[in-house]
């Protein structure tokens, strides 16, 4: 299944997409696809309501609606950093021993598509196209990485906005540079793992202004979602409907030589096979 939200910005009604234009609307059974819905069985029975009401004459036409982050707002959205061999490698950092971890403020969720608003003061905004993985149980203490499957909601698109200069030149955590509002563009949809063949070889891009910056695939991954989960299931709860962002390939603006940073007027477009496309104009601050 492949969930959306779309409509107005705190007025999202959860669909099904079913195909390129047409979407099952489950508004009228789903209040919203958020830790509610994800902890009380709710992919169960969404695959119930397809199975009663999912053929062809019960879908509708998309009609140019906003689409919104596929999840409402998380309890937390935790990050993995430098967790692709060929990213730490530009960066001139060595490979992790195991994975390292910071946070956004869950405000930052926003839709595929909308507006990236830089913050005052920046300098050195930066772009990451990331596999983002949803809780789908409340999870702790798993045994083993294998146990993660079942707490695995689904995978989505994900950008994880940076401001560097915040992140690295102002002392402390990295969740400074990381956490400015709109930072956390998601989606399109939120694909349950049965819709995949294989997490880990999907190909990765992203071009700024109609040029090619990052491509990679989900295979140079250092830790897989499996692990990433339960990894950081030894350390904190883990909540229905929680983000986890898993790190981003190589072709970041950091990576190049001379540097290349975000400014008002650029255009991010983005995506991973399988998972939809997101297309983000950056805008000044307020």
């Not at 540079?177 to 880990?200: I, M, Q, R, Y």
């Not at 990679?216 to 883990?238: C, N």
């Not at 975000?262 to 000044?284: H, K, N, T, Y």
Request: aromatic share 8%; glycine share 12%; hydrophobic share 40%.
């Amino acid at each position: 299944m492949r969930l959306m939200r779309i409509g107005e910005v705190g007025a999202e009604r959860p669909v099904l997409r079913m195909d390129d234009d047409h979407y099952l609307d489950v508004s009228d059974e789903v209040d919203d696809f958020d830790e509610g819905f994800f902890g009380s069985g709710g992919l169960a029975r969404l695959a119930a309501i397809v199975a009663e009401r999912g053929s062809a004459d019960r879908w509708q036409a998309f009609a140019g609606e906003r689409i919104g982050a596929p999840i409402g707002r998380p309890h937390q959205i935790l990050c993995i950093g430098l967790n692709y061999r060929d990213h730490a490698a530009e960066t001139g950092q060595a490979v992790p021993a195991e994975p390292i971890l910071f946070t956004k403020s869950p405000n930052t969720l926003v839709g595929p598509d909308d507006d990236v608003r830089l913050p005052r003061g920046f300098s050195k905004a930066d772009w990451e196209v990331e596999l983002g993985i949803v809780i789908g149980a409340r999870t702790s203490y798993l045994d083993s990485p294998a146990d993660a499957a079942a707490a695995i909601a689904g995978y989505t698109v994900v950008n994880d906005v940076s401001e560097r200069a915040f992140q690295m030149e102002r002392g402390g955590q990295w969740s400074k540079g990381k956490s400015a509002e709109t930072f956390n563009p998601c989606g399109p949809w939120l694909v349950t793992p049965d819709e995949l063949p294989d997490v880990h070889a999907l190909q990765m891009w992203l071009d700024l202004n109609g040029e090619p910056r990052q491509r990679g695939t989900t295979a140079t991954m250092i830790f897989d979602p499996l692990f990433i989960v339960h990894h950081l299931s030894q350390f904190m709860v883990l909540e229905p409907g929680d983000l986890i962002n898993t790190g981003t390939p190589p072709g970041v603006g950091m990576g190049f030589h001379p540097p290349v940073w975000l400014q008002p007027g650029d255009v991010m477009e983005l995506g991973i096979d399988g998972l939809g496309s997101q297309r983000q104009r950056v805008v000044a601050p307020r």
